[in-house]
């Protein structure tokens, strides 16, 4: 089945310490997203990407990376430049083609640091 | 930064419709309104969407004021399942795409 792939769901570090969270498509969708959402709080935009190996800053970007090598995988790295990484991660991806435009999340990804 | 505004919450009893109001005042004339929901520990899911003309599919309802300015998401029968937070976003051909807080959803059984 199609769809959008976040690893891993659970994730724990230390403070201090890079992360990288996984995110792979299957739906040949050209533009993906990451969003970080704190507890009772809304999605913020973190980076965004319309094509392979281009991307854009989104609403807070500082303390974050990511790549767009191939179409399929949009990975995000959490750096130790970022004051408060804990929270919950979304990837979502979206077809250009589609009559909707509409998103396609994944289940998210939470990381706790310690 | 998001270009809509939404209450923060609201409650409904289970049967009854419900009306999520979603104002963007500064919309322009090739922006989309687009719905998603988020269920607890899940990625939102889109539910519809539309540009100018009121909208009708399995999940909700979108009716669009005649000035774009505002538009409202109806759920015609709130079941304990629709609890959730509802996101309202603009897109149009600029590929960022920002959400709010979204308005928290109660369904009282």
């Known amino acids: 089945d199609g769809g959008i792939t976040q690893s891993p769901k659970y994730l724990f570090r230390k403070e201090g310490q890079n992360v990288t969270l996984s995110c792979e498509q299957n739906l040949n969708h050209d533009a993906m997203y990451w969003y970080r959402q704190d507890p009772g709080q809304g999605l913020r935009l973190i980076y965004y990407?319309?094509?392979?190996?281009?991307?854009q800053k989104g609403d807070i970007a500082e303390g974050y990376s990511v790549s767009r090598e191939k179409k399929e995988s949009f990975p995000l790295t959490v750096t130790s430049a970022q004051k408060n990484p804990t929270a919950f991660y979304l990837c979502?991806?979206?077809?250009?083609?589609?009559?909707?435009?509409?998103?396609?999340f994944g289940e998210g990804s939470r990381l706790t640091v310690l | 930064d998001a270009k809509t505004t939404q209450p923060n919450s609201m409650e409904s009893n289970e049967e009854e419709p419900v009306h999520l109001p979603c104002n963007h005042s500064t919309i322009s004339g090739t922006d989309y309104i687009h719905w998603y929901r988020q269920l607890p520990s899940q990625g939102p899911e889109y539910v519809i969407h539309?540009?100018?003309s009121n909208v009708n599919n399995r999940m909700a309802s979108l009716a669009i004021a005649e000035d774009r300015k505002s538009s409202t998401l109806i759920l015609h029968r709130a079941t304990l399942r629709d609890a959730a937070v509802y996101y309202c976003?603009?897109?149009?051909?600029?590929?960022?795409?920002?959400f709010g807080a979204g308005t928290t959803v109660t369904v009282r059984a």
């Open positions: 539309g540009l100018t």
């Open positions: 979502a991806s979206r077809s250009d083609r589609s009559n909707t435009g509409e998103l396609f």
């Open positions: 976003i603009l897109r149009d051909n600029d590929y960022k795409l920002s």
């Open positions: 990407s319309q094509i392979v190996n281009d991307f």
